[in-house]
Nanobody
Framework: QVQLVESGGGLVQAGGSLRLSCAASRRIFSINAMGWYRQVPGKQRELVASITEGGSTNYADSVKGRFTISRDNAKNTVALQMNSLKPEDAAVYYC???????????WGQGTQVTVSS
């Protein structure tokens, strides 16, 4: 069973930066897209950023210009560089890897990001 392990969350002041990382517990050969999502209590999980195998990226409007997603296909890792953090960025962040075949996707366990004003 593959596990996605996230790291890099924590507490930061508004305006600060954090870098989240996500790695698969073993080699995965059929990854298509990778992405980061976030969720706050009482709200649906939302897409923050995604990146295709070819490197095309997509960002939520709320993070454009502040967050950057990157991936290392050889290492099966995806990262999210978060700059100019705002209190509204506080959430549990989850990474996701989308596969071309079953089981079609994996989720990480989540990492907490807290932004103090």
């Amino acid at each position: 069973q593959v596990q996605l392990v996230e790291s890099g969350g924590g507490l930061v002041q508004a305006g600060g930066s954090l870098r989240l990382s996500c790695a698969a517990s073993r080699r995965i050969f059929s990854i298509n897209a990778m992405g980061w999502y976030r969720q706050v209590p009482g709200k649906q999980r939302e897409l923050v950023a995604s990146i295709t195998e070819g490197g095309s990226t997509n960002y939520a409007d709320s993070v454009k210009g502040r967050f950057t997603i990157s991936r290392d296909n050889a290492k099966n890792t995806v990262a999210l560089q978060m700059n100019s953090l705002k209190p509204e960025d506080a959430a549990v962040y989850y990474c996701k890897m989308v596969l071309r075949g079953p089981p079609y996707y994996y989720w990480g366990q989540g990492t907490q990001v807290t932004v103090s004003s």
